[in-house]
């Protein structure tokens, strides 16, 4: 059974920093297009962030870029997200995703594996 799980989410104060991570287990993740979506209440899911292994390319959200960095711990398997000076706009449930395809992977559909979720506030 694969698992994915998602940990560091909580209330901080707009230009505050958070990490949060996501290990997986009954998979190796090490050949995914991993990714860090959102989900905001009445807002459509999207794709924050993701990144794959070979060759290291990254995308981010233009809200984000600049203030996010995704990496990702093959061995561990393990997908992180630091998150820096954020914002209101950044409130928001933050779900970790495992995409098998190809490059790039922007949508929801494409991604076959999600965690549970972890709770991202930062108010106004």
């Known amino acids: 059974q694969v698992q994915l799980v998602e940990s560091g989410g909580g209330l901080v104060q707009a230009g505050a920093s958070l990490r949060l991570s996501c290990v997986s287990s009954?998979?190796?993740?090490?050949?995914?297009?991993m990714g860090w979506f959102r989900q905001a209440p009445g807002k459509e899911r999207e794709l924050v962030a993701a990144i794959i292994s070979v060759g290291g390319r990254t995308y981010y959200a233009d809200s984000v870029k600049g203030r996010f960095t995704i990496s990702r711990n093959s061995a561990k398997n393990t997908v992180s997200l630091q998150m820096n000076s954020l914002k209101p706009e950044d409130t928001a449930v933050y779900y970790c995703?495992?995409?098998?395809?190809?490059?790039?992977?922007?949508?929801?559909?494409?991604?076959?594996?999600w965690g549970q979720g972890t709770q991202v506030t930062v108010p106004s």
């Open positions: 009954g998979r190796t993740i090490s050949r995914d297009i």
């Open positions: 995703a495992a995409a098998p395809g190809s490059w790039p992977a922007l949508r929801s559909y494409e991604y076959d594996y």
